[in-house]
């Protein structure tokens, strides 16, 4: 028993947290802002780091190994940029950073096409799904950053905040309502009992 009220207090515990982060993060959407282009930065230092690293293991052609090279370069600096940026400069700075790792993601989908031809001619058929999703994904994200890259990026963190707060609620809400109905029934199984012997 003691062990299934654990449960249901880390669940209830983890919901209050997320409750709170979202409704956070909704009433100081700036600030989160920064916080979702750096982790966007981060996430194009790894991609940087891991492309160049991943350069040795290639046995495709010069043009291919030419490109990943740039892309390794390109990504490692923007991402190093956005995080710099996204901590140090002002919101219009922050604009023009946007557009500059929207442009980073067109170049990077273009390395992925050229790199699922190339695997393609290799008969790498796993590989060439790999880098047919990952330059879909980057042309999408793209995109959605030219038209309104401030605004995309608002409307994401907006939506991360509502997924928070349901799944917070939800997580707060459910198992208080599965324990009261425990309860409720252990109680009817109770009076049940206590009829049946009194007959």
């Not at 515990?13 to 920064?34: D, E, M, P, Q, R």
């Not at 956005?82 to 557009?99: E, G, K, S």
């Not at 198992?175 to 049940?192: G, S, W």
Request: aromatic share 8%.
């Amino acid at each position: 028993m003691a062990v299934k009220f654990k449960g249901v207090f880390n669940m209830v515990l983890i919901g209050a947290v997320a409750l709170v982060a979202g409704i956070l993060i909704l009433n100081n959407t700036g600030s989160f802002l920064k916080i979702v282009m750096i982790g966007a930065g981060i996430g194009a230092v790894i991609d940087g780091i891991y492309t160049l690293v991943g350069i040795k293991k290639w046995k495709y052609t010069d043009l291919t190994k030419r490109l990943a090279v740039i892309k390794g370069v390109e990504s490692l600096v923007v991402g190093i940029a956005a995080i710099l940026v996204a901590i140090f400069a002002a919101d219009t700075a922050l604009t023009v950073m946007v557009y500059i790792f929207a442009i980073g993601l067109v170049y990077s989908s273009v390395v992925a096409f050229q790199n699922a031809a190339m695997v393609a001619k290799f008969d790498i058929p796993d590989m060439k799904a790999h880098f047919i999703v990952e330059g879909v994904i980057g042309i999408l994200v793209a995109i959605l950053l030219f038209f309104k890259p401030v605004d995309t990026l608002v409307k994401v963190v907006q939506v991360l905040a509502i997924v928070a707060i349901i799944a917070g609620s939800l997580m707060i809400v459910l198992p208080i309502v599965a324990v009261v109905r425990t309860n409720m029934k252990k109680k009817e199984e109770l009076v049940e009992k206590s009829g049946i012997d009194e007959d």
